[in-house]
């Protein structure tokens, strides 16, 4: 079967980074993304995540050495898995260097993807982890088979939750 997972806060620690670059390279200090939404205006923001993406702080957030260890266990038997992203990876440049990254960690993946309902539907995806509740609204209408996760460790949405601990469980009982 076909699952995937969301790259930036499920395979690695991110916003750690952004927050970082933030901080470093211009001396903004926020707590959250959310705080940095709020304060800058939105052309500082999109602006400032530009400079991000261009930059190798992308790259380096810590792995979540236990997902990437149970995604590699579910890809033994024969499961495939795409990551999606919502990285700017439709620019070649970008694509390189996430996928780069992406083979560093020994992830055991199929394909890297960005978030579009068509490469869900195509790759027929039938389970998605992802840290956007905002995306996992949009996907849930994408096709009434796939199963969706929110990787937090909060108990606050509608949607079933999963973390570190839980990912291999609840996800090998689906694709088994």
């Known amino acids: 079967m076909n699952f995937s997972v969301d790259l930036d806060g499920v395979l690695n620690f991110y916003p750690l980074n952004w927050l970082e670059?933030?901080?470093?390279?211009?001396?903004?200090?926020?707590?959250?993304?959310?705080d940095a939404k709020q304060i800058l205006t939105y052309a500082q923001y999109k602006h400032f995540k530009e400079l991000f993406?261009?930059?190798?702080?992308?790259?380096?957030?810590?792995?979540?050495?236990?997902v990437i260890q149970?995604?590699?266990?579910?890809?033994l038997s024969g499961n495939r898995l795409f990551v999606h992203t919502s990285r700017a990876v439709h620019k070649s440049s970008y694509f390189t260097k996430t996928r780069n990254w992406l083979e560093t960690t020994g992830l055991n993946?199929?394909?890297?993807?960005?978030?579009?309902?068509d490469s869900f539907i195509d790759n027929n995806i039938v389970?998605?982890?992802?840290?956007?509740?905002?995306f996992l609204k949009e996907a849930s209408g994408f096709s009434p088979n796939l199963n969706l996760?929110?990787?937090t460790s909060q108990n606050i949405t509608s949607f079933e939750t999963i973390d570190e601990?839980?990912?291999?469980?609840?996800?090998?009982?689906i694709l088994d």
């Open 21 to 34: 670059f933030l901080r470093v390279e211009f001396g903004l200090q926020f707590e959250s993304i959310e």
């Open 53 to 66: 993406r261009a930059s190798s702080y992308e790259t380096q957030a810590p792995n979540r050495l236990l």
């Open 70 to 75: 149970s995604l590699n266990s579910l890809t």
């Open 109 to 117: 993946f199929s394909e890297l993807a960005f978030k579009t309902k």
């Open 127 to 134: 389970v998605h982890v992802d840290d956007d509740i905002e």
């Open 149 to 151: 996760f929110l990787f």
């Open 165 to 173: 601990l839980t990912f291999l469980e609840k996800v090998s009982q």
